[in-house]
C-alpha cells in the first residue's frame, strides 16, 4: 500500500505558469480533438506553424487523482497515479516546448527590417531584453520538465515493482489457473522461500568484495564445456572447471570421457601429450590412462594399480557435458537444440577474464544495449522511455519490452534468447511473434575459476541457411561476436576489479534488472541449500 502524497508528482505541477505575456487559447487538432497551448499576442502564428499540430495535439489530463476511500491507495490505483504523472509531464513538456517556439517566432519578427523601420533603437533593444529574459525562463521551464519526468519514470518502475511484489504475493496465498497467469504480465514460482524472506533478499543483494570460492552445491548440475564438432577422435581439449583442470578426449568406443589433466606420476599436464587407441598419453613418461582414468599402460616398469580422477561425461545433442558435483548426476540432460525451423551457423568458444556471475549478469541485461552496443548490434537504437522486463509463469524467462527479444536464464549457467530482426541489426515489431525472421542465442557461462569463465557461443538463423555454405563465413561470424563481447568486457572488467575493492555490483537494482536479480536469488538459494529453488517449476527440479 502507498499513500497518494508520496506518489502522485501532481501537487508540484499543478500550479500553472503565469500568463502575463500570453493568453490561453483553444484550436481544434486531428479529428476535432481540442488541444490548450499558449499563444502571444498574435493567434495568427498558428496557422502558420500547422506543422506543429502532430507534436502538440495532446489534451492538457487535468488534475485527476484517482478515487480512495482512505488514506492509502491499493497497488493498482497506486500504477495509475504514476502513469498519469507521466501522462502529464508530457503534456507540459510539449507545452513548454510550444513557448519557446513561439518565442523565437517573436524575435524573428522583431528584428524583421519591415518592422524595424517603425521603431525605435531603444524600443527594438527593450523588446530584445523582455524576449530574452522570457526565453531564458522558458528554457528553464523545459529543465525542469525533463528532470520531473525522469523523476516520474523512477516512480513509475517503483510503483510497478509494488505492484509485481503484490502480484507474486497474492499468487503465493491461493492457487490460481495457467489461464489467468498467462494473462498477467508477472508471475509467482514453486519456492520454499517466503515472499517477504525473498523480498528481503531481493533488496539486500551485496555482490562485493573478492570472490569467493565456489559452493559445492553449485556444482551439482550437468554443465556443457564444449562442442562436439571440437573433439576429434585424435585430439584433447584442456578445460578449467570450478579452479581444477580437467582434459577431455574420445575412448575406444568414440565416446567423450574426462579426465585429471594431471599425471599420477610426476604431475605432468595430459593435454601436451596425445591419445593413442583410446588412451590419453603422457608426454613425460608415456603413462596411458582410458577415460574411466585407469592407468592401463606404463611403458619401462612394473604395472602398478594407478588411477587419476575422471568426471561422468556425455554427448548430448552436439555438445559435450560433464557432472562436477559430489553428488550422483541427475538421470537427465537438458535440450539446447534451437527452436524447430533454425540452423546453426557459428559455434565459438572464448575464454574470458571475468567471473562467470558477472557475464551472466550481462548477459541477463539487455537495457544496456542502446549505451553499450554503440558500433555493432546496436548502433542506431533509440533510448526508450522505459525499459521492462516481463515474465510468465516460469519466473526465469519472458520477454523484453519494447525490444522483440525472448530470453531464459536456464541453470545452472545458460541464457538462451531469440531476437526477431528484419535484417542482420536491425529490430522491428513489438514482440518475437510480430517479426518475420529471427536470431537464435546460445551463451553458456563456465565457471573456469573464480576470475575466468569459458564462454561457448551458438548462433542460429531461421531464413539464409545458404549462409552456412559460403566460405570462411566462420569466420566473419567469429569477428563480429568478438566485436560485441569486446564492447561488454571493457565494462565487466571494471566491474570487477571495483568489485574486489569492495563495491557492490548490485548496489541500486532497477526494474528492467529483473533477470539479472532472479538468477542471484537463485544461486543464493542452491549455496543455502533450499529444497524447492525459487522461480523454477517443481517437475524441474529433479531434472
Request: net charge neutral; charged share 25%.
Amino acid at each position: 500500500m502507498t499513500t497518494v502524497a508520496a506518489l502522485s508528482l501532481l501537487p508540484a505541477f499543478l500550479v500553472r505558469p503565469s500568463s502575463k505575456f500570453y493568453s490561453k487559447k483553444n484550436f481544434s487538432g486531428r479529428d476535432g480533438i481540442k488541444v490548450l497551448a499558449v499563444f502571444g499576442e498574435g493567434g495568427g502564428e498558428l496557422e502558420k506553424k500547422k506543422i506543429w499540430g502532430p507534436i502538440f495535439d495532446v489534451e492538457d489530463p487535468g488534475p485527476r487523482v484517482p478515487l480512495s476511500n482512505g488514506k492509502f491507495l491499493d497497488v493498482n490505483q497506486a500504477l495509475e497515479v504514476a502513469r498519469f504523472d507521466i501522462q502529464y509531464c508530457d503534456w507540459r513538456a510539449r507545452q513548454d516546448l510550444l513557448s519557446i517556439m513561439l518565442l523565437h517566432d517573436k524575435v524573428v519578427e522583431v528584428l524583421n527590417p519591415l518592422a524595424r523601420e517603425f521603431k525605435s533603437v531603444g524600443t527594438l533593444k527593450k523588446e530584445l531584453a523582455e524576449l530574452q529574459d522570457e526565453l531564458a525562463q522558458a528554457h528553464q521551464k523545459v529543465h525542469l520538465s525533463e528532470a520531473r519526468v525522469a523523476t516520474a519514470l523512477d516512480k513509475l518502475a517503483y510503483v510497478e515493482n509494488l505492484v509485481n511484489d503484490r502480484l507474486l504475493h497474492d499468487r503465493s496465498l491461493s492457487e490460481s489457473s495457467v489461464e489467468s497467469v498467462e494473462s498477467t504480465s508477472l508471475a509467482p514460482s514453486t519456492s520454499s522461500t517466503s515472499h517477504s524472506e525473498m523480498k528481503s533478499r531481493r533488496n539486500s543483494l551485496n555482490i562485493s568484495g573478492p570472490v569467493k570460492p565456489y559452493h559445492s552445491n553449485l556444482k551439482n548440475f550437468w554443465y556443457p564445456v564444449a562442442f562436439s564438432g571440437d573433439l576429434k577422435d585424435d585430439t584433447m581439449l584442456p578445460i578449467d572447471c570450478f579452479e581444477e583442470s580437467w582434459v577431455l578426449f574420445r575412448g575406444k568406443d568414440e565416446q567423450p570421457g574426462c579426465v585429471q589433466n594431471t599425471c599420477a606420476h610426476r604431475a605432468c599436464p595430459l593435454h601436451l601429450g596425445s591419445v593413442n587407441e583410446g588412451r590419453i598419453q603422457c608426454p613425460y613418461h608415456g603413462w596411458e590412462y582410458s577415460t574411466d582414468g585407469k592407468c592401463e599402460k606404463m611403458p619401462s616398469t612394473r604395472m602398478l594399480n594407478v588411477r587419476i580422477r575422471s568426471l561422468p561425461c556425455f554427448e548430448h545433442e552436439g555438445m559435450i557435458w560433464i557432472w562436477p558435483g559430489d553428488e550422483p548426476p541427475k538421470a537427465s540432460i537438458p535440450s539446447l537444440q534451437p527452436p524447430p525451423g533454425f540452423t546453426i551457423h557459428a559455434e565459438i568458444v572464448m575464454e574470458l577474464p571475468v567471473e562467470h556471475g558477472l557475464l551472466l549478469d550481462n548477459l541477463l541485461d539487455l537495457a544496456h544495449a542502446p549505451f553499450t552496443h554503440t558500433s555493432t548490434f546496436a548502433k542506431g537504437w533509440s533510448v526508450p522511455s522505459l525499459v521492462k522486463f516481463l515474465t510468465p509463469a516460469s519466473g526465469l524467462e519472458g520477454y523484453w519490452d519494447p525490444y522483440p527479444i525472448d530470453m531464459e536464464f536456464r541453470p545452472p549457467c545458460i541464457v538462451l534468447s531469440t531476437i526477431g530482426i528484419s535484417k542482420p541489426g536491425k529490430l522491428e515489431g513489438q514482440s518475437t511473434k510480430q517479426c518475420s525472421t529471427h536470431l537464435h542465442q546460445l551463451h553458456v557461462c563456465l565457471p573456469s575459476s573464480r576470475q575466468k569463465t569459458r564462454l561457448l557461443y551458438r548462433m542460429s538463423l531461421d531464413f539464409a541457411p545458404l549462409l552456412k555454405h559460403v566460405p570462411f563465413m566462420h569466420i566473419l561470424w567469429r569477428y563480429f561476436a568478438e566485436k560485441v563481447l569486446n564492447e561488454d568486457l571493457r565494462l565487466v572488467i571494471g566491474q570487477q576489479d571495483r568489485m574486489i575493492n569492495g563495491a557492490n555490483v548490485w548496489n541500486w537494482p532497477v526494474s528492467y534488472d529483473k533477470l539479472g536479480i532472479r538468477y542471484r536469488l537463485w544461486r543464493d538459494a542452491v549455496e543455502r541449500g533450499v529444497e524447492h529453488l525459487p522461480f523454477i517449476k517443481q517437475a524441474e527440479t529433479g531434472s
